[in-house]
């Protein structure tokens, strides 16, 4: 695994973003450098899909995206969805094409994202008739076909059974060179991420190297947080 | 909600003093049961006779559905703007008679005139739905594709997916209303199904009209098994093969049309009457030509308009109102709710022109005919609707068991706003229909254009047009003010 190259990609001063009434973003400064893998943790409305999208707004260039709810279109195929992450590659023509007919190249490379997802019988399935959690697996696939350098997910797991949740988690890490994941279960942070950032109502509470962080801080971080 | 339905009632009230609802044929009984005796004794044979008016009435919905289809689209994307909305609003506010009439100096009575003349209104009706539907679409699906993908390509995989049922379903249901747009053209004297309809009932053949209406049921409730989207562009091919055999647009009639023919009167006097056809350019005489029109027909027919509109619009609810709980699983049986399903769906089936027609003859030209015929169709459409929404309805185990208790605790205030959307929906709807019927000899707006039509006096039929098409997009505007400020709207989308 490739760690920090000292080459700043995301850099964030002093930043704050206020939705309407309620701030969701207080005065973060944050800097992530190409090749590092973060995790964002914290509880419930602590900002962490907030952060996600400051930073995706921030780069130049599109990064491959997790989305929180998923963003599939519920009447094409699960292969159809994953090929949408490449739309801006392909010339309109193309596009149109692979809609009608699958395209043989496309088609082999979806086959062996989703084939390591687990669920390469599903696709020429809908995505709206999919469960959650082969709806969330789908939305990563999507990310990785995208194949970005950058790839930034927001709780890509949450919906995963627990027992696939470590592959999911993975291949997000090892299909991009820089990564950075909101997670909501602390577990996976500590065993996937070298650098855990800790948010709580929209301010940075920590942010250490992941074998740093110390269960005593966690514990502040998700206090009063109902656990299930 | 109740206090703005009370005010409707009593602007209907008004209006039922106002219009004239007398029975002027001697003998309408007589008449009637030869009418029922026709209905059990249909003239299937002479349906062979009409095969080729049949096949116009499909081809004409077919090719006027795929033309609007396509400018609709065109238009649903530049919708946003003001302009392209006001000029929808104006086309679709012309019923397609009245287009019809406007083609007619222009390209003949011809199959390019009944296409054109579906086509045109079509397209405004098509750019509005298309667009609500877009409008109100699932924005999530989009967030997950990449923004620096073209425009095309976003759409076709962001957006037309989530939007395809419902576009495909409207489109579908707009078809069946372009046959019986198509249909009733032939009352005009288009080579359609209504033309053989108007002379068996003008001869008094009523075996034969009741075929010719059978043949017209059957064609629609077979569309479920003819109508697929695999077979539509094969349908629009051959449609506009047959077609343009009898394709004829001649530039000069054109020509002659704009520049010409809609001059007002006062300007073309002089040169029709020394014979050269020249135009005069007295500018002064037009605002006294406009107002002549106005005073002598125009006001009269606007009135006969509204106040036929008001009667039926409350008629229509009404009628909505008592026939839902029939076809409506919580106060029926199985059986009872079956038959006035049909019953609904072969009601609104007719055009309401037909009906309006079949109406006139037995009881004679008087509001009276008008009144039912919109109503009927109207009323079958939205209490066909409600009754659905209603039977969506789940009662709790211990509702009340008396069905008129379970109708006004329950089932009516869970419905009534959407009823009450609906029927505003149709506000301009039965508007345009109450202008077209003065055709059969009612004094609404449509009387007066037809009468100007026949004498050939086009600068009058377009005025006239423009002035029902003006008090249309009134309606539709007051329309969907009411709809706003009593902040009821309707999901389903294919009431309009």
């Not at chain 2, 006027?64 to 006001?86: D, M, Y």
């Not at chain 2, 579908?172 to 209303?177: I, L």
């Amino acid at each position: 695994m490739k760690s920090s190259t000292g080459i700043p990609l995301f850099s964030l001063d002093a930043e704050s973003v206020a939705y309407q009434d309620t701030v969701a973003l207080k005065n973060i400064t944050l800097q992530i450098d190409r090749g590092e893998k973060v995790a964002l943790v914290g509880p419930s409305g602590a900002g962490k899909s907030t952060l996600l999208r400051t930073l995706y707004e921030s780069v130049a260039g599109q990064p491959s995206f997790v989305h929180q709810h998923y963003s599939l279109v519920p009447q094409l195929s699960a292969f159809h969805n994953i090929y949408i992450g490449r739309l801006d590659r392909y010339p309109t023509t193309y596009n149109l094409l692979n809609l009608i007919k699958p395209q043989r190249k496309a088609l082999q490379e979806i086959v062996h994202i989703l084939h390591l997802l687990g669920m390469d019988e599903k696709t020429f399935d809908k995505a709206g008739a999919l469960s959650g959690g082969q709806q969330q697996r789908v939305a990563v696939a999507r990310a990785i076909y995208r194949g970005e350098d950058i790839l930034l997910a927001d709780e890509p797991v949450s919906s995963v059974d627990p027992h696939q949740a470590g592959t999911v988690m993975e291949l997000i890490m090892q299909n991009a060179e820089t990564v950075v994941v909101s997670l909501h279960a602390v577990e996976f942070a500590l065993k996937f991420a070298q650098r855990m950032v800790g948010l709580r109502d929209g301010e940075v509470q920590f942010d250490l190297p992941a074998g740093e962080v110390t269960q005593m801080m966690l514990t502040e971080l998700y206090r009063n947080e109902k656990t299930l | 909600m109740l206090r703005t339905s009370l005010i409707f009632v009593a602007i209907a009230l008004i209006a039922l003093l106002l219009a004239d609802l007398e029975i002027s044929t001697l003998h309408p009984w007589t008449e009637l049961s030869r009418l029922a005796w026709g209905a059990i004794t249909p003239d299937v044979p002479a349906l062979w006779g009409c095969k080729s008016a049949l096949l116009n009435t499909v081809v004409f919905a077919v090719c006027g559905t795929f033309l609007g289809v396509v400018l609709g689209i065109g238009l649903a994307f530049v919708f946003r703007f003001r302009p392209v909305r006001l000029f929808c609003a104006f086309i679709r506010a012309i019923h397609e008679i009245f287009w019809a009439f406007i083609f007619l100096p222009i390209v003949g009575l011809n199959s390019t005139c009944g296409v054109l003349a579906i086509a045109i209104p079509y397209a405004g009706i098509f750019a509005k739905v298309y667009a609500e539907i877009i409008q109100e679409s699932d924005r999530g699906p989009l967030e997950g594709v990449p923004r620096a993908s073209d425009r095309l390509s976003r759409f076709v995989y962001g957006v037309l997916p989530t939007i395809y049922a419902d576009t495909k379903h409207y489109t579908g249901y707009r078809f069946e209303c372009a046959l019986r747009s198509s249909a009733i053209l032939g009352f005009i004297g288009l080579p359609t199904l209504g033309f053989h309809l108007e002379t068996a009932f003008r001869e008094g053949l009523y075996s034969e009209a009741w075929a010719l209406l059978y043949a017209f049921y059957i064609l629609i409730a077979s569309l479920n098994y003819w109508l697929k989207p695999r077979l539509v562009l094969l349908y629009v091919a051959a449609s506009f093969v047959l077609l343009s055999k009898t394709i004829t647009v001649l530039w000069e009639n054109i020509v002659r049309f704009f520049t010409y023919d809609i001059l007002p009167w006062p300007m073309r006097r002089e040169g029709v009457h020394d014979g050269t056809n020249a135009v005069s350019y007295v500018w002064e005489s037009i605002p006294i030509w406009a107002h002549e029109i106005f005073v002598q027909e125009a006001w009269e027919g606007i009135g006969n308009t509204v106040v036929l509109t008001q009667i039926v619009l409350v008629g229509t609810g009404v009628f909505a109102l008592l026939s839902f709980p029939f076809a409506c699983r919580h106060f029926s049986g199985k059986i009872i709710n079956r038959i006035s399903h049909y019953a609904l769906i072969v009601i609104r089936t007719t055009p309401e022109y037909i009906l309006a027609y079949i109406l006139v003859q037995l009881w004679g030209p008087s509001m009276l005919p008008a009144v039912w015929a919109i109503l009927l169709h109207n009323g079958a459409i939205l209490g066909f609707l409600t009754s659905n929404n209603a039977d969506l309805v789940s009662l709790r185990v211990d509702a009340p068991q008396r069905r008129i208790d379970r109708y006004l605790y329950e089932i009516l205030p869970r419905v009534y706003g959407q009823f009450l959307a609906f029927l505003f929906y149709r506000w301009e709807v039965i508007m345009r229909e109450s202008a077209i019927l003065g055709i059969l000899g009612i004094y609404t707006l449509g009387f007066y254009i037809e009468s100007a039509i026949s004498d050939d006096q086009i600068d009058k039929v377009v005025l006239l047009i423009l002035t029902t098409a003006i008090l249309n997009m009134g309606i539709d505007s007051v329309s969907q003010f009411v709809r706003r400020r009593l902040k009821i709207s309707t999901k389903l989308v294919t009431s309009s």
